[in-house]
């Protein structure tokens, strides 16, 4: 087995710790403020899925517009992201403090959706500096693997701040559902956690593009590969796909919660989720393997009709044991479509400007967890529900317009594909 020179171990080391706290933190925090902002706070379903959509469109248009452009500018990655977590820490706290000194619950839950949008705009920093710099320091041949590795090891956080959210969430079965949030604990442990994982990032170097880089092979892949077309059809792909897959991420712990469906506990939902984190460290050791046997565009293609399969089961099934199938396979789904995204990205983009063209790529990504949520399976379940149709059965009928957006986005991927390789034949 060769030996690893320090310096790689280092990067790895840095950046998987990293991972690992982030994760810890977005399992505890966001898998159970959806079920405070519904059933504690009492908003509806499309009014609980703006503190996923608010974030998101400052996330993006930060990172697009501000941050990107800069950290390309500066050429700054590990600054950009100790700045934007250090700063998000201290916003998420006063979210919470702000949330309490109301007597309106809706009210409430408006402050936190609109303090969480304004805390994004400094996580949007951390977000586009964290894509870029792994593409500073990782060849383009492996950057699937690495990513792969990066969501195992950030599974393994997840599965942590999962556990503990949902045992914080009702102070550990001893107090009422939504303590968690209301007295504070949630929002001291994530920022906490944002706080500790800026020591990690000391390992690693301050990353940015080098004039040499133009020599690498990763420069010779766009020449070939990046026309500026072929990138936008990409996205649009990209768009329909996240969208679709990830338009129930917000209303699925609801759904699971719901007293005439499933009506599990906390306790019970954080077992359900953390299928999907087993999944995710299962593949993510995995995803290089794939990759190297199929290839980037393929892998894609296998996660994201996974992710088809899982929805329209879930619509389908009254089962609990299935419904942790299902939650497995979207993990297994969620690794493959992410690391093989993230590799087709950066073959795509020019080194010189990573920052800037991973934050449209990062666009399709992180405004599909509000805006298909808020424009798409919120007001359908909605409409569903105010027509008379049960509220179970509402749900489940946002899974199969999920699957179908999916389709989508897999059918555009796949002539995209097809193109590309009837080009390579002409060639």
Known sequence: MPWTPPEKIRNFIGLSSFQMLAMFRRGLFYSFLTIYLRHYLGLSVTETTLFATGPMVMNVLFQTFTWGPLSDKWQLRRTFIMAGELLAAAGTLIVWYAHILTASDQLAGYIIIIGLSIVEIFWSMSNVGWSALISDIYPSQSRNAVQGRLSSVGGLGRIMGVWIGGLLYDGYGLAYAGWGFHRGSLFFVAAGVMLLSIFPLLLLP??????EDSDTPAAVDNTDAGSSRIF??????MTFINFGRNSIAVIFPQYLVLEGGFAVSSATLSYI???QSAAIVFTGLLAGWVSRRTGDDLALMIGAVLTIAALVVMALTSSLPVMYL???IRGISEVLIFSSAYACASILIPPAQRARLFGYFNATFFLSWGLAGTFIAGPA???LVASGTAETTAYRFSFILAALITIVGVVIEGLLLKARADRRVLA
Do not use: P, S, T, Y
Not at 206 to 211: D, I, L, M, P, T
Not at 232 to 237: E, M, N
């Open 232 to 237: 936008v059809i990409f996205l649009v792909a």
């Open 273 to 275: 989720v953390n299928m």
């Open 381 to 383: 379940i909605d409409w």
């Open 326 to 328: 299902c939650n497995f």
């Open 206 to 211: 301050e990353g940015g593009f080098k004039q």
